[in-house]
């Protein structure tokens, strides 16, 4: 489906329910809030289905468009959301039910029955302000979450898959009025104690293959107990690792419960394709950036992973 016909889909129907995916990060928060406050100045019946695995970060961005429980939708829409998988407990029961499915990732499942899909855009935020700028008047209160799921899915814009495009819809959000120097303090400028005690944690712990061009490091629930860490703590640690000098692939991985691990993987695409790795993992994403759920130990987790980088690249690391 074409954003031109994203846009009269949207304006064409009502009593709208926009689903997020697990472990929400400011991309698919961002997309939502944008999404539900501009079919609300359509004056559409809109809200977010409630993802109670939002940190503390991003729920100040939903505040007053949560669904109640007993709100009843005519139109489902998932936004971000690349794969059954990744449909929080309390929104499986509309996995045959979405109606429109909004997202960038190149591992798109395709289960909406209709779906608007750039995998070429840096985040999904970029391909919301496309639509909602077809519906009408983009203000500040919608562009304030756009350019939180833009900046974030982009690092602030010093990740690989920043684009000119990216930057262009950074300035048209900015000149909606945002209030742009908070919002990149809170989200890219501040660090808790804790987070800072994680992250020591972690490089200590981080192991070393391939003369130092991959890095492998584990976040577990024994780290995050003993600094009092909290999901906002964890935010984006993903992206910690990579940035050792000489390391083209980085694996974080994320103990979720007692013999399950969230693994985050970060490439050179032209070294090795993460989405490739991922996918033997029953996992996916991007070329330079994918993810996949084990349910395994963290030290299996990370044999795993080693396992199907080595598959991928047809050599054994050292």
């Given at each position: 489906m074409s954003i031109q016909a994203a846009a009269d889909f949207l304006r064409d129907h009502d009593g709208y329910l926009i689903l997020t995916h697990l472990r929400p990060d400011g991309d698919t928060v961002g997309c939502a809030a944008g999404l539900c406050r501009a079919l609300r100045q359509l004056g559409k019946t809109a809200y977010i289905l409630p993802n109670h695995q939002a940190s503390s970060l991003f729920t100040p961005y939903f505040q007053g468009l949560l669904a109640g429980d007993d709100f009843v939708p005519d139109t489902v829409v998932s936004v971000d959301i690349a794969a059954r998988g990744l449909f929080p407990d309390n929104a499986r029961e509309y996995l045959t039910r979405v109606d429109l499915a909004i997202d960038h990732h190149p591992s798109q499942e395709f289960f909406a029955a209709r779906t608007c899909l750039d995998a070429e855009r840096a985040a999904c935020g970029e391909l919301m302000y496309d639509i909602?700028?077809?519906?009408?008047?983009?203000?500040?209160?919608?562009?304030?979450?756009?350019?939180?799921?833009?900046?974030?899915?982009?690092?602030?814009?010093?990740?690989?898959?920043t684009t000119a495009a990216t930057h262009r819809v950074a300035a048209h959000l900015i000149d909606c009025g945002i209030p742009l120097a908070q919002l990149n303090k809170r989200h890219f400028r501040t660090k808790s104690i804790r987070r800072l005690r994680l992250e020591s944690a972690i490089i200590a712990g981080m192991q070393l293959y391939d003369q130092g061009t991959i890095a492998v490091a584990a976040l577990t629930l024994d780290m995050m107990a003993a600094v009092g860490a909290d999901e906002r703590d964890a935010e984006d640690i993903a992206a910690l690792v990579g940035q050792l000098e000489g390391v083209s692939t980085s694996v974080t991985i994320r103990e979720?419960?007692?013999g399950r691990c969230k693994i985050s993987l970060r490439t050179d695409p032209d070294d090795l394709n993460a989405s490739t790795v991922c996918a033997l993992m029953g996992g996916g994403g991007h070329a330079a950036a994918s993810g996949a759920t084990l349910d395994l130990p963290v030290e299996e987790t990370r044999a795993a992973?080693?396992?199907?980088?080595?598959q991928v690249k047809g050599s054994a690391l050292t």
């Open positions: 909602l700028r077809l519906l009408g008047p983009i203000t500040a209160d919608i562009a304030t979450p756009l350019y939180v799921a833009v900046s974030t899915d982009c690092g602030c814009f010093v990740y690989g898959n979720l419960a007692p992973v080693l396992d199907a980088i080595h």
